[in-house]
């Protein structure tokens, strides 16, 4: 079996996008300034535009590699219950997701993987 977007109900991206923005919300403290998605075969790419923690913020100037590592474990943790999320919430199963951040731009992308 094939799996393309056309699998995805018609509320999909609204559901998706508020799962992503709860999540966020749970772990920053702050919802995403906006976001995107799209939808290519059994792949979704979210494009978001996220406010800086002040905090990290903060740090990122005189402590920059301490600040990539928290980045880098706060998006794990991110990732890990957006999955959990996903599958809880939308009964699809997820294979992977992948993401990355730039803390200069606030710019986002994530890229999840659904199983066929």
Partial sequence: MTFTSSHFHPTF???LAHLYNRINQEIYGVGVKKQRIETIDDRVIIFAQHKRVQALKMLSKNFHHLTISVDSALIAEFKSLFKVHIEATL?????????????????????????E
């Fill in 13 to 15: 991206k609204k559901d």
């Fill in 91 to 115: 009964d699809l199963e997820v294979r992977t997701i992948l993401k990355d951040y730039d803390p200069v731009t606030e710019e986002a992308c994530t890229i999840i993987y659904f199983k």
